[in-house]
T-cell receptor
Framework: GQQLNQSPQSMFIQEGEDVSMNCTSS?????WLWYKQDPGEGPVLLIA?????ELTSNGRLTAQFGITRKDSFLNISASIPSDVGIYFC??????????FGSGTKLNVKP | GAGVSQSPRYKVAKRGQDVALRCDPI?????LFWYQQALGQGPEFLTY????????KSGLPSDRFFAERPEGSVSTLKIQRTQQEDSAVYLC??????????????FGPGTRLLVL
């Protein structure tokens, strides 16, 4: 199957700091998705990217679809305690088969 | 409105037992997905339904895994003769659109399966 490599695996930051995480693939994806998962819950979609080079914001979150279509990054500005969770990148391969990265675990110290 | 619901939320099974996991998607959602999420990993695709048709089951790990959606709404994932390696969270997601999926997938809270 397709491999989506996320880095870093985990982060410990202070409240108010900015965060950056990324996702790379060996294959081209036509859509990049970023999800957040809280403990005991299913992932929730944060941002969807549909075009190479696209930069999209959702509040304090900004994500970009890499020009090569093999990577994407997610930035969170001015982190707050409720940003704690696991962030996954994902993309559809063959339209309906979605692949997920292994996640970046974010810890925010108040 | 109600989101995707899954039941049971937790299931403990003895090795060799059969289990059935239920997913109630959002009403009217055409597409339904099942994923398996091992501890510390991202969700892994198992299978995809468009209405009652199972269009992709390439992610099912073995013939012990079977999924159905007979009336195009509720879906059941069945695992026969469970093994310890089947222990994971099983996530269901639904989406309004048909293939190719462009709309958001909404995930349920998952069923945590532990096989002893």
């Amino acid at each position: 199957g397709q491999q989506l490599n996320q880095s870093p695996q985990s982060m410990f930051i202070q409240e108010g700091e900015d965060v950056s995480m990324n996702c790379t693939s060996s294959s081209i994806f036509n859509t990049w998705l970023w999800y957040k998962q809280d403990p005991g819950e299913g992932p929730v979609l944060l941002i969807a990217l549909y075009k190479a080079g696209e930069l999209t914001s959702n509040g304090r979150l900004t994500a970009q679809f890499g020009i090569t279509r093999k990577d994407s990054f997610l930035n969170i500005s001015a982190s707050i305690p409720s940003d704690v969770g696991i962030y996954f990148c994902a993309g559809p391969y063959n339209f309906n088969k979605f692949y997920f990265g292994s996640g970046t675990k974010l810890n925010v110290k108040p | 409105g109600a989101g995707v619901s899954q039941s049971p939320r937790y299931k403990v099974a003895k090795r060799g037992q059969d289990v059935a996991l239920r997913c109630d998607p959002i009403s009217g959602h055409v597409s339904l997905f099942w994923y398996q999420q091992a501890l510390g990993q991202g969700p892994e695709f198992l299978t995809y339904f468009q209405n009652e048709a199972q269009l992709d089951k390439s992610g099912l790990p073995s013939d012990r895994f079977f999924a159905e959606r007979p009336e195009g709404s509720v879906s059941t994932l069945k695992i026969q003769r469970t093994q310890q390696e089947d222990s994971a969270v099983y996530l269901c997601a639904s989406s309004l659109s048909r293939w190719p999926i462009q709309e958001t997938q909404y995930f349920g809270p998952g069923t945590r399966l532990l096989v002893l």
